[in-house]
């Protein structure tokens, strides 16, 4: 198989980057048809978070494809059972019933829907609006389009992301406010409150989406103490808080989830890539409270409760106990952030994130984004055999997520290769 194939039988929507065809991986090495090897710093957008082929996961589909591949929701079954109260274990605050999906965009749908009718149906609220935030991702369905921010999504759609009752609010994007971190917190907080306690009211507030780190806008990390701040402005106002950890769940931040930094409870929580350790596996969790809202039937997709993927997350979440990953993702991801900082180029302007999920922001002349930079840096680290991610509204962001399995020794040499490679282009 080659690229030419996947030109004449691929759809055109792919964004293919890289031109090549990838056969096998490894931890955190994959290689391409043509034997060449690379070091993947991307985790095929933040799922890899358990290292590729890790042997428990691979036995656990193997034994699991060997039993029962699929069944669908209309009975129970053993790994969609086992993995759901093990996901109530490591879940944070109240979270403890899950609905599964198939992808984020599919998580955040249900995620939504179930806010709206317990805003109707329990609250006797309109549910006419959901709060979302500027430079977020969602996914790429209608709804999900819509609470997507970044109009090169959008474009040439007609009315496809234009789902009623959605509201973009600043998001505490600090390091492009016009002012101080602190001046930043306070001025996106109150616009929140202001709009649900005036604007919108929150009798018709159905629910505030939010990334606990903003993934694909660019790895914006909210101010210390933010999502604490945007709970309350939820609980004040009996509006339900969804944390959407579709990117951020699983370790990566070096927590297990993310808004677990701010000790945030929250009424809903989306989950997507990780938590199918490579299969195709999403969902939400609720509390009991929240679940109140479904009846039987309300909502459910064929492939839901998959027992191959809901084995494949289970042996997932045990490997990254088991061996601490989300510890690893802590250490590992301070130490890259350091030398990066330390390293003081001029043409990087932040470097933020959590844990493994690391955005280098690049400019020129400033603060001036540089996309074309970081282009050629994305070019530049493949040529030396590397796997990385860029985003940010301005396409001026390198994304590093690796697995989390990486060793201090290969991200060290990663970030020596990442600063030359900055520094040559
Ligand atoms: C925070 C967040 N939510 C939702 C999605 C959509 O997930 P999927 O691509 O699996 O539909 C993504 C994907 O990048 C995401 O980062």
């Not at 390091?175 to 306070?186: A, H, I, L, Q, S």
Request: include cysteine.
């Amino acid at each position: 198989m080659s690229v030419e194939d996947g030109r004449a039988y691929l759809q055109s929507a792919y964004p293919i980057i890289y031109p090549i065809v990838l056969e096998r991986a490894k931890g955190i090495e994959i290689w391409d048809v043509d034997g060449n090897k690379y070091l993947d710093f991307f985790s095929g957008f933040g799922v890899i978070n358990y290292g590729h082929s890790h042997p428990k996961i691979v036995n656990a589909v193997k034994e699991q494809m060997e039993k029962i591949a699929h069944i669908g929701m209309i009975y129970y079954n053993v790994p969609a059972l086992e993995l759901a109260k093990k996901l109530a274990e490591i879940a944070p605050g109240d979270l403890k019933k899950t609905y599964y999906a198939n992808s984020g965009t599919e998580a955040v749908e249900g995620a939504i829907k179930l806010a709206k009718k317990y805003s109707v149906k329990v609250q006797g609220k309109t549910g006419a609006y959901v709060i979302a935030f500027d430079f977020a991702f969602h996914g790429r369905g209608a709804l999900t389009l819509t609470l997507t921010h970044e109009r090169k999504y959008k474009r040439h759609l007609g009315h496809f992301a234009n789902y009623p009752g959605v509201v973009h609010l600043p998001s505490p994007y600090c390091f492009r406010f016009p002012g101080d971190v602190e001046t930043c917190k306070n001025y996106t907080l109150e616009k929140v409150d202001e709009y649900v306690r005036y604007h919108l009211g929150s009798e018709n507030v159905a629910a505030i989406i939010m990334e606990p780190v903003m993934g694909e806008g660019g790895i914006i990390v909210p101010p210390d103490g933010w999502l604490k701040e945007l709970e309350k402005i939820a609980r004040e106002n009996d509006v339900l808080l969804i944390m959407d950890e579709v990117q951020s769940g699983f370790g990566r931040t070096g927590k297990i989830f993310a808004h677990e930094w701010e000790d945030v409870r929250a009424d809903i929580m989306t989950m997507g890539k990780a938590l199918g350790a490579g299969l195709p596996l999403a969902g939400t969790m609720t509390t009991e409270e929240v679940d109140k809202a479904w009846e039987p039937g309300d909502h459910n997709v064929t492939f839901s409760g998959n027992p191959v993927a809901c084995a494949a997350g289970l042996a997932g979440i045990e490997v990254m106990l088991e061996e601490k990953l989300h510890e690893n993702a802590h250490k590992v991801g301070e130490f890259i952030m350091k030398k990066l900082r330390d390293s003081a180029l001029p043409a990087i302007g932040e470097v933020r994130g959590r844990g493994l999920f690391i955005g280098i922001e690049l400019v020129k002349d400033g603060k001036k984004p540089d996309p074309e930079l970081t282009k050629k840096v994305k070019e530049g680290m493949f040529k030396r055999g590397y796997i990385i991610g860029t985003g940010g509204m301005f396409g001026n962001v390198v994304r590093i997520e690796p697995p989390l399995t990486v060793t201090m020794d290969q991200a060290d040499k990663m970030t020596d290769d990442l600063i030359e490679v900055i520094k040559s282009s």
